[in-house]
């Protein structure tokens, strides 16, 4: 029988999704919850790592089990007693054999948190970037529709990754404004069919850069060209990075 699971979690402490040898991961955490409550060896897989401090609202795994005899909707309750406050179980549900947590998404969307002010304010830090200075709405979402559509990010992806293509279609990137603490909040919404590694994080980076001129759309249009990373600016820390969503219809 196939579980699918809908967990959050705050990735200030963990190096990332995915299990590693050495540093403790989300993957890590939540499989020993499930052993802990089960009394057995469970894998689970998700709809993609999320890096190193990377937080998610809405991140999606699955799971394989024949012996389980509790109801799916109350796996959330039977695991969250067993896990850290910086990771929770949001809902469960039986999953048809087919899905696949990973291969089945057809959409994603990630929050990109920025905030305006002269000097670090506490209580937006962990989750979001201070800017000195943040550009105006309207420049901002003018600059952001560069970035739709089907390109190659070659350019935005850290070396090292070992995908078969770079080619990536963003559906949408939109910007939201608030104000709180007395401060300019910028949210960047990035929605597409997938992501490479680090590739929001480049893509606020050079949001950014192109909206305050120093770089140039032209810039932009030779980094999607020859998939150069020099041409494009700084990656933002992850801190700033939510996983919001993962469709799969």
Not at 87 to 95: C, Q, S, T
Not at 115 to 120: D, F, K, L, S
Not at 130 to 158: I, M, N, W
């Amino acid at each position: 029988m196939r579980y699918a699971l809908k967990i959050s979690y705050d990735g200030t402490d963990y190096a990332g999704w995915q299990r590693q040898k050495n540093a403790l991961s989300v993957q890590e955490v939540l499989e020993n919850a499930l052993q802990t409550a089960f009394e057995k060896e469970i894998r689970v897989t998700a709809s993609g790592r999320t890096d190193a401090g990377v937080h998610a609202a809405g991140q999606v795994c699955h799971f394989d089990d024949d012996t389980l005899t509790i109801p799916a909707e109350k796996l959330p309750d039977a695991l969250n007693r067993f896990l850290p406050v910086s990771v929770r179980v949001l809902k469960g549900w039986d999953a048809d054999e087919a899905f696949d947590s990973n291969r089945s998404a057809k959409r994603k969307t990630y929050c990109y948190s920025l905030y305006e002010g002269a000097r670090e304010m506490p209580l937006k830090e962990r989750y979001a970037v201070r800017v000195e200075r943040l550009p105006s709405l309207e420049t901002l979402q003018t600059y952001a529709r560069l970035f739709e559509g089907e390109h190659d990010f070659k350019a935005f992806c850290a070396s090292g990754s070992s995908v078969k293509t770079t080619v990536r279609t963003v559906y949408s990137v939109e910007i939201e404004e608030s104000y709180s603490f007395g401060g300019r909040d910028i949210k960047i919404f990035v929605t597409g069919n997938g992501f490479l590694y680090n590739m929001v994080r480049t893509l606020v980076g050079e949001l950014i850069d192109l909206c305050e001129n120093r770089k140039t759309s032209e810039s932009l249009e030779r980094a999607f060209i020859t998939g150069a990373r020099k041409l494009l600016g700084k990656t933002m820390p992850a801190k700033g990075l939510t996983l919001m969503q993962v469709e799969y219809i």
